[in-house]
């Protein structure tokens, strides 16, 4: 079983000499020198891209992401050693791969630009990220011709979070579409969370390994009424991959809005030191007592120390838990048996901090208004090189859009992956030279 899970999906490959790398070596290498992993040094993590050199990006996201996953694994190994030599492979390559490739489908805006992208496809498959980097590792990123850069099926399964595909998934928006972009509410048009139907051949690809009963379980979901369907399951690396996103985001982001001012001491104190005083872990109480005063000390390395204490306190603090048992599940496959997780009261600590920057930070009033900014850009972009592909498009992208055009395909995913590229530097640039009158516009400015 093992071999078919390194299986690539395109068979044959270049032989390099004396390359002696595993296969999620070079899985890690194909994303590293990606364009798409380069973009995320232009791509809106939590405040906005060039705002300022100091705030994180999705680059340094993921670059942080990677880092914890590593620490994850050590600290699985260390407590789980016989179900770590079996499960996990021998260094960190594949986690390390996952954590930093698992950004690369988001578009520029962050998730206001995901809205924008989903609302004008919402009637040809519609848009998500996670989706979309299933995409560009499978099928979009020129390592191959048709193949994408051809990881290796343990990859491509490490970065489904969502195994379902969307038709499967998605409720439709009760809500009338606006009568003009301006007036859309990001709120009622988020997309459900999964795999595009166009690219049904490579999640099925994916999932070959698996038994009838396995796949099925795997692909169920679980429904709430008035929302989006929602997947049950993830494989054992996606689940260390998904805790290492999560740290990341709710403790290392933190720190931007700290440092930037962005949050108040009052707030913080109030809405987090509160409840992590509240829990029922001796330590969390009293670590929590003079958190306050560090993260918002001027002795930055006095921050640095208190950061550093929260995400070691997570990542040692993960379990590695048996969903047959602990969930009644029935899977055969190992790695979908079982999953890193974080336990009742670490999990309760983990979300207090993640509750704390989407209220505080991420709601703010004024990164929502940029977000909608972002936004407005990315549907007018999309409405504009959709009336006009081969006049608008570049040669690469118009080819495709004709091909699929041409082959009845979805032609209206050729331009969703052209925008979805952008970085939010591009977008804006091509936004001003579409839409914005200037004086002796240059020929370079016209042919972004």
Known sequence: MENLWLERRLKTVSKRQHDHRSPFQRDRARILHSAAFRRLQSKTQVMGSGQSDFYRTRLTHSLEAAQIGSGIVAQLKSKYPQQCAELLPTDDTLIEALCLAHDIGHPPFGHGGEVALHYMMRHHGGFEGNGQTLRIVAKLEPFSEQNGMNLSRRTLLGLLKYPQTLDQLNQPSEERPPSNFRQLKAQDWHPAKGIYLDDADVLNWVLQPLSLQDKTEFQQVKSKNGCHHKTRYKSLDCSIMELADDIAYGI??????????????????????????????AWVQEYAQPLAQLLFSEQHHKQKDAIGGLVNYLITAIELQDLNQLLNTNFGEPLLQFNARLPKVAAKVLQIFKDFVFNFVIKQTSIQ??????????????????????????????????YAKDNGL????????????????????LYKTLFLPSVGASFREANL
């Open 252 to 281: 290392h982001d933190l720190e931007d809005a700290i440092v930037t001012g962005v949050v108040s001491r009052n707030d913080f104190e109030e809405q987090v030191i509160a409840k992590l005083i509240a829990t029922d872990d």
């Open 369 to 402: 208004r940029i977000e909608y900014r972002g936004q407005q850009i990315v549907m007018e972009l999309f409405e504009a090189l959709a009336s006009d592909p081969m006049r608008l498009l570049p040669s690469n992208s118009a080819k495709r859009w004709q």
């Open 410 to 429: 979805n032609h209206h995913r050729v331009i969703a992956d052209y925008v979805a590229g952008m970085t939010d530097d591009y977008a804006t640039k």
